[in-house]
């Protein structure tokens, strides 16, 4: 009986695509000829994994968790996709997201790089999410990742269809008195997709390309010159209300911001965070 080794187990994982776990074990079923442990990997449909790289997983669920920690509470949620919706709504895929999330809360990963790193009983989240390629029979990747922290947080998981699990999850950290007003806010984050929580969150360089773009617009649009300025703040100002948080229209009263209902009750968000499935960065 050959020796399996780790080079061993690695050469037949990249002539396979299989999983460390299934390579492992067809080896030690060859007796580690590696002839006879592809043609095992082949007969159990393991192989056709590797070849599912290449394709989109735009479909899938998220998963979502709030734990206690040191300073209050943590919230963690991870979007794990698939090629197809039919695919994603089967327990055994909602399951297997459950499972990255608890992986990924057991290690308390910060990145998707972390994520995939974490321990998967005896593998790690990549791993196992090679495997359940070959289970499924599509692409399935782990797709974005978010944590916040702070005193409480509050977490709303949203279904675009009474089928389908969760596709949207928004994560709000507040203090203890935010908590009142934490899930309105939760609503508003699921609903309007803010990107920053404050103005002084928004990068300089896209500042500062909004007003370029907003200095353009208005001369092309004839405004004269000396009112220019003027103009370009007045734009501005409508860009931090579309895409700052505690700047948006309360949806449910549009009278007020987000930012007044943390003032009503005395309250402050710490810090938000959106996870909506193929939103992600494009493969």
Known sequence: MAAITAALIKQVREETGAGMMDVKKALTEAEGDVARAKEIIRAKGIQAAGKREGRKAQEGTTASQVVESANGQTGYAVELNSETDFVAKTRNFVEFADSVLEDAVKAEAASV??????????????????????????????????????????????????????SIVAMIATDEAGAAVAHEAALQISAMGAQWLTREDVPADVVESERRVATEKSLAEGKPEKIVPKIVEGRLNAFYKE?????????????????????????AAVAFARVEVGKGEAE
């Open 243 to 267: 895409n700052v948080l505690l700047e948006q229209s309360y949806v449910k009263d549009p009278s007020k911001t987000v930012g007044d209902l943390f003032k009503e009750v005395g309250g």
């Open 113 to 166: 790089d972390e994520v995939l790193a974490a321990a998967s009983g005896e593998a790690t989240v990549k791993e196992a999410v090679e495997e359940a390629a070959a289970l499924f029979g599509e692409h399935v990747k782990v797709g974005q990742f978010a944590k916040v922290e702070g005193p409480h947080v509050e977490i709303y998981a949203h279904k675009k269809s009474a089928e389908m699990p969760p």
